[in-house]
């Protein structure tokens, strides 16, 4: 490349500035759209100013973009390309870079939630996600590549977008698609209640607790109010939570002692039963074991549930804490606090299995005891 004096470069400048843009180089291209000063050289660069820290410190009221070679601003005294940002002098780091965006992995629905997953990129220090292309509000996720997301619409598809990024910056956006199961249905009882229903593996689960007062036959099951009566009664028996079903019945449904889920006329709607203690199994099994299925059967959040409530409800269950109703005095305990739901299958004279769920875990609890007068929930699944 020739040499050019600054006189004639600022000729060039001036009468070039007609036309708004600047090309310096040697084979007469135009200067690119985008540019205003298009250098082009294939054997020379282009050399800011270069200064002292103390120098560049000095230059009265730089404007923000501002760029200079600072001759000493690295920590170990070298020198370093700085730009005026934000009424601060930065130094440029070229080996930070933004993360890549992250990558796809499978993500898990059911009927009523999803289980985002992606994989992690390298450099990435965290990752957001948000329901919107829009960083600027996406929600923090901080390190971990998954999110479950419930109480979403059944045979519904949803969108969702997940960034990574650390401290240059953020990476594209990976969007990730995925649609709810199939909607199962909904059964209704010989009272006419209607109840919705989730398939969980093999088995279809209805999602509310059952609340009949007739068994299938539609001859009436007793509904007993007296405690001591309730202790002592020893046929089938219904009631409802501190005997106000204004304020229990349509959330927590009915607690019924061993004896009605046990009769031959059939507390479920037709097609459908009480699990046997096998059929429970089955159910925790799927979700991976009682340690741990707890969490996917409850619903989530601290409206029904007390914190900390460790909950996702991925399954679609939705358990609530309907409590229970006393084998020995027949007194209310557990409501908001604790599930307690009858299998059909008995241990001896007076003892039956059932399971119980808490707030202060994600466990599923299996036991036993000369409880068949006890009052508890029932979930039916079907034949």
Not at 6 to 12: A, D, G, I, M, V
Not at 214 to 224: A, D, E, L
């Amino acid at each position: 490349m020739k040499k050019i004096s600054l006189f004639t470069l600022l000729l060039l400048i001036k009468g070039s500035l007609l036309f708004s843009q600047v090309a310096i180089n040697v084979d007469g291209s135009s200067p690119n759209n985008s540019a205003l000063l298009d250098v082009k050289s294939n054997n020379k660069g282009f050399l800011p100013p270069r200064m002292t820290r103390a120098e560049m410190n000095a230059i009265p009221n730089p404007a923000d973009g501002l760029i200079v070679f600072c001759t000493d601003c690295r920590m170990d005294g070298k020198g370093v390309l700085s730009t005026f940002m934000n009424g601060n002098w930065n130094s440029l780091n070229f080996n930070c870079f933004p993360p890549s965006a992250p990558v796809m992995a499978t993500n898990t629905p059911s009927t009523s939630s999803i289980i985002w997953d992606w994989k992690g990129v390298p450099y990435a220090t965290g990752y957001k996600g948000n329901t919107t292309n829009d960083y600027s509000t996406a929600m923090e996720m901080d390190t971990v590549t998954t999110k479950t997301e419930t109480g979403l619409a059944c045979n519904t598809t949803y969108t969702r977008y997940v960034w990574a990024y650390n401290g240059c910056g953020y990476s594209q956006p990976l969007t990730l698609t995925q649609t709810t199961l199939a909607c199962d249905g909904t059964v209704t009882d010989i009272d006419g209640n209607v109840y919705h229903t989730v398939t969980i593996g093999t088995q279809t689960w209805m999602v509310e607790n059952l609340k009949t007062t007739k068994y299938c036959n539609g001859n009436p099951i007793t509904n007993v109010t007296d405690n001591a009566n309730w202790a002592a009664f020893s046929m089938g028996a219904y009631c409802w939570y501190n005997n106000d079903a204004a304020t229990y019945k349509e959330t927590y449904g009915a607690l019924y002692n061993w004896y009605a889920v046990a009769d031959g006329r059939n507390i479920a709607p037709a097609g459908w039963h009480v699990p046997s203690d096998a059929e429970w199994t089955t159910l925790t099994d799927f979700l991976g074991g009682q340690t741990g299925a707890g969490g996917k059967l409850k619903q989530t959040g601290t409206i029904y549930w007390p914190d900390p409530n460790a909950s996702t409800n991925s399954s679609g269950f939705t358990a609530l804490p309907g409590g229970y109703r006393d084998y020995g005095d027949g007194t209310f305990n557990g409501i908001v606090n604790s599930s307690y739901f009858w299998s059909n299958t008995a241990v001896g004279p007076g003892d039956a299995w059932y399971r119980t769920l808490y707030y202060t875990d994600a466990n599923v609890g299996r036991y036993y005891r000369s409880v068949k007068p006890r009052g508890m929930s029932v979930r039916c699944v079907k034949d």
